[in-house]
């Protein structure tokens, strides 16, 4: 399974962008899907997950309220809502796979599988 990222752009405080991360061979239901970024000069962190079947889901406290993780399996991606846009939100943002049980999902270690990053900007 490869994941390719997009979606991230230049945006102002206060705004929205909608990533995608999609797959050029597999099912992404297979896999526990999250997002994680990394701001420059910091440690890439977790930002959100999604259970296999799109029913439940995880937020960094940072995030809660304002970001929003979801399955199209139609479209066979994972999208990150990202509202109400901060500057410190600024980061590349990578999607990535995992078969660990849930409650490790937060831990980078267990991922093997990870997009190429897409980069947000959000200017104050």
């Known amino acids: 399974v490869q994941l390719q990222a997009s979606g991230g752009g230049l945006v102002q405080a206060g705004g929205s962008l909608r990533l995608s991360c999609a797959t050029s061979?597999?099912?992404?239901?297979?896999?526990?899907m999250a997002w994680f970024r990394q701001g420059s000069g910091e440690e890439r962190e977790f930002v959100a997950g999604?259970?296999?079947?799109?029913?439940?889901?995880k937020y960094t406290d940072s995030v809660k309220g304002r970001f929003t993780i979801s399955r199209d399996k139609a479209k066979n991606t994972v999208d990150l809502q990202t509202n109400s846009l901060k500057p410190e939100d600024t980061a590349v943002y990578y999607c990535?796979?995992?078969?660990?049980?849930?409650?490790?999902?937060?831990?980078?270690?267990?991922?093997?599988?990870w997009g190429q990053g897409t980069l947000v900007t959000v200017s104050s």
């Open positions: 999604i259970s296999r079947n799109g029913g439940t889901t």
């Open positions: 061979g597999g099912t992404l239901t297979t896999y526990n």
């Open positions: 990535a796979a995992t078969s660990v049980i849930w409650g490790r999902l937060t831990e980078e270690v267990h991922y093997k599988i």
